[in-house]
């Protein structure tokens, strides 16, 4: 699979890379066994980046991430973890003390000595442009808990608030064919800073797999059933922000474009990875399967014109107007 250098780290990740929020919680229950699994199997198929944080399962992403690096100490995976999100969502509680109790945390459970890339995990707004934030960053890597750090973002311009900023590394940012607005000034920002992107939520949660009905159902433990409205984190995280209905109809209308050879969900990872300005895309996997599937999507040829066509006019037909300036 085709490697980019992710932004100011200077190292090289896989194109498709794993998401691992699934591993922990908030997607059904995966079992530890299956975890490593959907690890092992991503990594043969190519992959060099997980990404996960120290909420997802209270830790428990990173601590089965952990047990496979331990398992496998000649694999050279790139983790990037993500911090903020323990603490009450206060700008006051986003400090130097708090960064070390945070990232000491996340190595005990990774069982590394140094972090390789930690990432704000979509804090408020008002810490995007805080000078003791990142200081404190800053003495964090000075410090080698740390090897660098970027940020994780709900919007476009809390992106472009952290990408001038000269030490952050990375901006991780939802993007995919029902949110486009970051291809707009985020990603040519990024390359011009020489910032590494991350694309999470590349599937719209599941929407561009192609898999869902109108009346599909989910886990009562699965954000896509207890998030909806919002009420647990920001809307935008749960089929990116986007009405499930109408949702539903649009991915099926997509798939209608998919060319040969690829399945709808390959089709809407390889379109992200495609987009120029992006290191890494990370889809979640809860099966061998899943992420073998999900990784063949980095070895897609260029996508045909119809398909890019028809996610321009889906999007500006059905979802702009009610994602695009929310985000």
């Known amino acids: 699979m085709e490697q980019r250098t ?9 194109i498709i890379g794993l998401g691992t929020w699934q591993l922990g919680a908030d997607w059904g229950a995966v079992s530890e066994t299956d975890a490593l699994a959907v690890l092992d199997a991503a990594v043969d198929s190519g992959v060099t980046l997980f990404d996960t944080a120290d909420v997802y399962g209270d830790g428990r992403s990173e601590q089965v991430i952990g047990q496979f690096l331990a398992a496998n100490p000649d694999i050279d995976v790139f983790v990037a973890t993500k911090m903020g999100r323990r603490e009450a969502q206060d700008p006051a509680n986003f400090t130097l003390a708090k960064f070390r109790e945070w990232t000491d945390r996340s190595r005990s459970n990774l069982g590394v000595d140094q972090l390789d890339l930690v990432q704000l995990h979509c804090p408020p707004t008002p810490v995007f442009s805080s000078d003791v934030v990142y200081d404190a960053l800053d003495t964090l890597v000075s410090d080698g808990v740390i090897a660098n750090y970027g940020v994780s973002v709900e919007t476009c ?17 939802i993007l995919n064919a029902f949110r486009l607005k970051p291809l707009e000034q985020v990603l040519p920002a990024a390359r011009e800073a020489g910032v590494g992107i991350i694309a999470r939520v590349p599937l719209a949660s599941g929407l561009l797999s192609g898999r869902y009905t109108p009346t599909t159902e989910f886990a009562a ?12 984190f920001d809307v935008g995280e749960t089929f990116a922000g986007v009405d499930f209905s109408t949702g539903v109809r649009a991915a099926d209308e997509l798939a209608t474009h998919v060319p040969e050879g690829l399945t709808a969900a390959q089709a809407a ?52 107007s009610a994602v695009h300036d929310r985000w």
């Open 269 to 320: 990872l390889a379109w992200v990875s495609q987009q120029d300005g992006v290191t890494s895309v990370i889809p979640g996997a809860r099966s061998i399967q899943q992420a073998q599937s999900n990784a063949a999507a980095g070895t897609a040829g260029p996508l045909p014109a119809a398909y890019l066509e028809a996610v321009q006019s889906i999007y500006e037909a059905d979802i702009k």
């Open 221 to 232: 433990d699965d954000h896509r059933t207890f998030n909806r409205d919002g009420s647990h």
């Open 6 to 14: 992710l932004g100011r780290t200077g190292r090289p990740v896989s």
């Open 157 to 173: 311009d809390e992106a472009l608030a952290a990408i001038a900023r000269p030490g952050t590394a990375s901006v991780q940012i």
